[in-house]
Antibody, heavy 124, light 110 residues
Framework: EVQLLESGGGLVQPGGSLRLSCAAS????????MSWVRQAPGQGLEWVSF????????YSADSVKGRFTISRDNSKNTLYLQMNSLRAEDTAVYYC?????????????????WGQGTLVTVSS | QSALTQPASVSGSPGQSITISCTGT?????????VSWYQQHPGKAPKLMIY???NRPSGVSNRFSGSKSGNTASLTISGLQAEDEADYYC??????????FGTGTKVTVL
């Protein structure tokens, strides 16, 4: 059974940093690209970042470029999102999601398994 | 990258069919066959319902179907059921090698 379990969310002050983790199980982690998607309270979904199965290719939304870094450790079956220079508008539930197809090289958008989400609140 | 445009709400009676539109540009929806649709119930993670415009993942009811014409993609739910009441989001690949979601549509079963 595929499982994705996010952790690392919490309350952080503006300008601060936080690292999210997503522990994966039930599939061959290194074969699948992964993404982070966020949802501000009461708002819609926003794609954040994508990383290929090998970790060699990453893409990010303009809203987080230069501040957030996506990475993965395939030996630990874990996906990460390092978030720096956090702003109030980064407040959201952050989901990790697995690509439907193996060996994706770009964020085509078909994500078949999602974690339960972890809440990040940026406030003083 | 601006969010794709969806109607804020769509409603229908049980058994009816409804269609949700998703309008983008030639740089996203119109340029690629990489449109997906997600269903999200309150407090839950999104669920993939359609990918690559019209393909259904294993386990998704065939009451859900997708299509595309020009810069507009559509999700049709036939034989509407109470359990279909949820928020629905489209998403598309873009020329900037990013992904963009739609504004979301609340489906109400009357």
């Amino acid at each position: 059974e595929v499982q994705l379990l996010e952790s690392g969310g919490g309350l952080v002050q503006p300008g601060g940093s936080l690292r999210l983790s997503c522990a994966a199980s039930g599939f061959t982690f290194s074969n699948y690209a992964m993404s982070w998607v966020r949802q501000a309270p009461g708002q819609g979904l926003e794609w954040v970042s994508f990383i290929s199965g090998s970790g060699g290719t990453t893409y990010s939304a303009d809203s987080v470029k230069g501040r957030f870094t996506i990475s993965r450790d395939n030996s630990k079956n874990t996906l990460y999102l390092q978030m720096n220079s956090l702003r109030a508008e980064d407040t959201a539930v952050y989901y990790c999601a697995k690509d439907l197809e193996q060996y994706s090289a770009s964020p085509t958008g078909a994500m078949d398994y999602w974690g339960q989400g972890t809440l990040v609140t940026v406030s003083s | 990258q601006s969010a794709l445009t969806q109607p804020a709400s769509v409603s229908g009676s049980p058994g009816q069919s409804i269609t949700i539109s998703c309008t983008g540009t030639s740089s996203d929806v119109g340029g690629y066959n990489y449109v997906s649709w997600y269903q999200q119930h309150p407090g839950k993670a999104p669920k993939l319902m359609i990918y690559d415009v019209s393909n259904r993942p294993s386990g998704v009811s065939n009451r859900f179907s997708g299509s595309k014409s020009g810069n507009t993609a559509s999700l049709t739910i036939s034989g509407l059921q109470a359990e279909d009441e949820a928020d629905y989001y489209c998403s598309s690949y873009t020329t900037s090698v990013t992904q963009v979601f739609g504004t979301g549509t609340k489906v109400t079963v009357l």
